[in-house]
């Protein structure tokens, strides 16, 4: 099984609907992160959060919230997802006991606003 | 601000070719790390290595290796013998030590095409 799950994969969606990414890891890790990927820019990190306590925001964290439910799971919601948040959106974890501290991505999911 | 570079946005090579992928970074931190992520057509992120701000020591992995310059803040990759598995797209990554841990600042990515 893989250590990080992201549900949906795939998901097509209208305008001005709420949706909600979903992250989970069996790694142990404490660390989780999402970020969005666009042809052409690389990744860039929406919100990141070092414990279930924290929760900090990224580069580009305008139009998304995130919701830390346990240390496995952290997920991403668009509150009225628009065309311009289409792209490919992935969870990472990594683990601050370790020293080197890398980051593991999960298998992304692709979202299609309409 | 930190910032990656990869200004090769595609290079395309025939099998068995050597090719070398370049990453150019901007930091002020003293310390950072430094990352390279491989990106099959399948989608998903793959983790290559890792290198931190004071091991300047290069290293190879089998068909792999990694040429991490600090004068001239780079960290290159090359693919020794390339085959048509390596397709892909590879992006070199930046790590800011904040207090409670690392953000990564990505490179926009180079597609690699291998053909036979």
């Known amino acids: 099984d893989a250590d990080v799950t992201q549900t949906p994969r795939n998901r097509i969606t209208k305008t001005g609907k709420r949706i909600m990414l979903e992250c989970s890891q069996t790694?142990?890790?404490?660390?989780m992160y999402w970020y969005r990927q666009d042809p052409g820019l690389g990744l860039r990190l929406i919100y990141y959060?070092?414990?279930?306590?924290?929760?900090n925001k990224g580069e580009i964290s305008d139009g998304y919230s995130v919701s830390r439910q346990a240390q496995a799971k952290f997920s991403l919601s668009l509150e009225s997802a628009i065309p311009n948040q289409t792209a490919l959106y992935f969870c990472?974890?990594?683990?601050?006991?370790?020293?080197?501290?890398?980051?593991?991505f999960g298998p992304g999911t692709r979202l299609t606003v309409l | 601000a930190q910032k990656v570079t990869q200004a090769q946005t595609e290079i395309s090579v025939v099998e068995k070719e050597d090719v070398t992928l370049d990453c150019v970074y901007e930091?002020?931190?003293?310390?950072?790390?430094l990352f390279w992520y491989k990106q099959p057509p399948s989608g998903e992120l793959v983790f290559l290595i890792r290198?931190?701000?004071?091991?300047?020591q290069n290293e190879i992995s089998g068909r792999y290796s990694w040429n991490f310059q600090k004068s001239t803040s780079s960290f290159n990759f090359t693919i020794t013998a390339s085959q048509v598995v390596d397709s892909a797209v590879y992006f070199c990554?930046?790590?800011?030590?904040?207090?409670?841990?690392?953000?990564?600042?990505f490179g926009t990515g180079t597609q690699l095409k291998v053909e036979l």
């Open positions: 290198r931190n701000s004071f091991d300047e």
């Open positions: 990472a974890t990594s683990d601050t006991s370790t020293s080197t501290d890398t980051q593991y």
């Open positions: 990554a930046l790590s800011e030590v904040t207090g409670g841990g690392n953000k990564l600042t």
């Open positions: 790694k142990g890790h404490d660390r």
């Open positions: 930091t002020r931190d003293t310390t950072y790390y």
């Open positions: 959060s070092f414990d279930v306590k924290d929760i």
